[in-house]
C-alpha cells in the first residue's frame, strides 16, 4: 500500500512541477492556462487511446489520424440538417467505419500493419477532401459546437477513460488483445482468432478516433480535410503521451489514467514552449529528441520484459 501511495504521488508529482516550472520562467502562462491546457489534452487523449489498442495488438497504426478527420468531417457534414446530434452520431460512426475498413483491410490483405495504415490514409485523405468540396472545409454552428467545448470535452474524455478501462482490465477482448500483443504464436496454440481479436482491436480504436472527430468538429468551429498525408503528423504528440504513460505503468497499473498523464505532460511542455516563444521549428526538434529519448525507454523495457520472459 505504501508503494502504491508513493507510485500515484510520484506519477501526479510530476505535471505538478512542470506545470508550476513553466509558470515560474514563462510569462502569461499561469493559473489562466489551465482550461487551455486540458482542452488542448483531450484531442490527443483520444488519439492516444485509438493508437494504444492497436499497440496493445502487437500492431502499429499511423491512420489514427485521418480516421478522427474523416469522423470530423463526416459529423460536420450532418450538422446542418440534424445540429449536434448530427456530429454526435455521424462522428462516432465515421470513426467506426474507418475503424472497419482497415480492420478488414488488415486481416484479409495480410500486410504489415504499417502499409496498410499507410494506404488507408492516402485514401481516406481524398474522400475526406471529396466530403469538404471545393472550399475545403466544413463549418459548424457555436450552438451545435457546444457539444465538444470546453468543458463538455473534459466530459467526453473521461467517459472515453472510463471506457478503455473497461475494455482493457474488465472485458474478455481486452485481455484477448494484450494476449496476442504479448505472444501471437501462444495466443493461437491456445486457440484464439487471432485475426478476429486483431480486425477488433481496430474497431475499438474506431471508437476512439469517433470520440476525438467530434472534439476536433467542434474545436474550431470548422474541420479542415488534409492531403498529402499532412494527418499523420497528428499522432506524434498522443503516441509520445501513450509511450510515457506505458512507462509509468511499473508504478501504478491504470493505462487510462496513465496516458491521461502522459497527454498532460505533452501538452503542459508545449504550452509552455508556446509561453516562452519558442518557433513551431524549435518545437518540432524538442519533439523529435522527446519521441526519440521516450521510444528509446520504451524498446528497452520491452526487451528486458521478454527476457525476463525467456528465463
Not at 11 to 37: K, Q, R
Not at 64 to 79: C, D, I, Q, T
Not at 149 to 156: A, E, H, M, Q, R
Amino acid at each position: 500500500m505504501k508503494r502504491k501511495a508513493m507510485g500515484l504521488t510520484a506519477i501526479f508529482a510530476i505535471p505538478v512541477i512542470l506545470y508550476l516550472l513553466f509558470s515560474f520562467i514563462a510569462e502569461g502562462f499561469g493559473v489562466h492556462s489551465l482550461p487551455i491546457v486540458l482542452s488542448q489534452c483531450a484531442i490527443p487523449l483520444l488519439i492516444g487511446f485509438g493508437i494504444f489498442i492497436t499497440m496493445q495488438a502487437g500492431m502499429f497504426d499511423f491512420s489514427v489520424g485521418v480516421r478522427v478527420v474523416f469522423a470530423a468531417l463526416l459529423g460536420a457534414s450532418l450538422e446542418p440538417v440534424f445540429g449536434a446530434v448530427g456530429i454526435l452520431v455521424g462522428s462516432i460512426a465515421g470513426g467506426v467505419i474507418g475503424g472497419v475498413v482497415i480492420g478488414l483491410l488488415y486481416r484479409y490483405l495480410k500486410v504489415p500493419s504499417m502499409v496498410i495504415a499507410l494506404g488507408f490514409v492516402l485514401v481516406f485523405e481524398v474522400i475526406g477532401a471529396k466530403i469538404a468540396g471545393v472550399s475545403g472545409f466544413l463549418k459548424v454552428s457555436l450552438k451545435a459546437a457546444k457539444i465538444g467545448s470546453y468543458p463538455t470535452n473534459l466530459v467526453i474524455a473521461l467517459v472515453a477513460c472510463v471506457l478503455l478501462y473497461i475494455i482493457v482490465y474488465k472485458s474478455k477482448i481486452g485481455t484477448q488483445i494484450k494476449a496476442v500483443g504479448n505472444d501471437e504464436k501462444l495466443a493461437m496454440n491456445v486457440g484464439l482468432n487471432t485475426d478476429h481479436i486483431k480486425f477488433m482491436s481496430w474497431v475499438i480504436s474506431g471508437v476512439f478516433c469517433g470520440l476525438g472527430g467530434i472534439l476536433q468538429a467542434c474545436y474550431s468551429l470548422s474541420v479542415t480535410a488534409q492531403i498529402g498525408l499532412v494527418t499523420m503528423n497528428m499522432i506524434f504528440k498522443p503516441l509520445i503521451g501513450v509511450l510515457i504513460g506505458v512507462q509509468l505503468v511499473r508504478m501504478w497499473d491504470n493505462l487510462p489514467v496513465l496516458i491521461f498523464v502522459g497527454e498532460l505532460i505533452v501538452s503542459i511542455i508545449f504550452n509552455g514552449f508556446i509561453a516562452l516563444g519558442l518557433s513551431d521549428v524549435e518545437q518540432n526538434i524538442v519533439l523529435g529528441i522527446f519521441l526519440i529519448v521516450v521510444m528509446a525507454f520504451s524498446s528497452a523495457n520491452i526487451v528486458q520484459r521478454r527476457k525476463s520472459y525467456g528465463d
